[in-house]
């Protein structure tokens, strides 16, 4: 007996041990697993339709040319001026300098906001250091109100109908910034989404909000 | 000599020409002079307003002049050294419309000689300017990267502090050491008394 129990000691605590030490192994390697979904709420891959919730308004008559002068989006709290500026150098729709990143360009060479057609605003999305005017603009969802403030003193209240996101790569211009429903006075409100790309410094994606004027 | 060197201090492109001079009319150069005759303007299509030098060759004296409705006023042709070759400066008027225009020369001792001036439009000297695009084409590139430089700054901390041992794993792995080393001493000893016991 005695033998017995003198045995029992070792095998007891050499078990504790063994127990002990795979617990311990077992919370070193525990990974942080991403949520199953994956999919960062702000940038959604796939367009954003309206929901079966959201009914859309009717749009609304187009309205003479005039310049616009600052956008407002409730929903982002977002207040901003529009500058005119030019296509750029690649043939895309001219932002302001990063100097002014606080500041919405207007294409002027295209459709005023509020007159026939799709008219164009491209803002930044972050700075080198900071995030810049449009750094929200992904989260606008379908039935988000956009006021376009005008040169002619009107303001021109479009109603956002579709928010998607398009790969530089194999980028259509036609989807992006092409009428949507001949006729109306349309708006896109464009900027960069997707990851940043160190080697060519630049997004590899474009968040384009479609919107039509309702009011 | 100095001609080309007001070209080259001029904008890149601006490439002096030896302009012809221009044949017929009731001043038109005898055609023995035509001949060695050489004028040029630079910069070859000045803008309005822009500054230009007038170089002729072959001037019979010393002093001349150079004039057109395009300038604001004659260019006075002096010497340059070089024998027979005068020059002088003047300026494109500013409100003058973009065209050819006729360069009167005239030296002491030679008949008069016409040369062309052509004024360019609002650019010039560069490639003409390209047709502007009817809609976009591309996508924008509306970002400096700071966002997504933070968040992978932000992420890079997180794993740092996740890669580090808790306060719970210490305490395990401390408390298990313990039991190793209390094994470790004990284990011998209660082998050797029960060997000791057996004999």
Redo the contacts between chains.
Sequence with gaps: MTVRGGRLLPVLAWLTLLGGTLVWAAELTDVDLPPPSGRPAAEPAAPAAPGPGVRLPPARRPLPPAAPRRIDVPSLELSAPVVPRPLDASGAPGTPPMDMAGAVGWWQRGPAPGSAGPALLAGHRDTATQAAVFHRLGELRPGDAIDVYRGDGRAARFTVEEVRTLDRDGFDARTAYGPRRPGRAELRLVTCAGAWDEAVRAYTANVVVSAYLTG | MGALRTTLSCAGAAVAVALTPVAGGPHAAPPDAGDDTVVKVAPTAPRPGADVRVTVDRCGGRTGTAASDAFVAEARLTGTGVDGRLTGETRVRSGVRPGAYRVRIRCDGVPDRFAEVRVAGVRTGVAPPTP??V???????????????AEAEAKAQEDAE?AA?GA??TV??L??AG??A??VV??PR??R??RA??R
Excluded: M
């Design positions: 502007p695009a809609s976009p084409t591309a996508p924008v590139p509306a970002g400096g990267g700071g966002l997504a430089r996740a041992p719970a794993q395990t792995g408390v298990l039991v190793a209390a094994v004990l284990v209660t082998a008394r029960r016991r057996q």
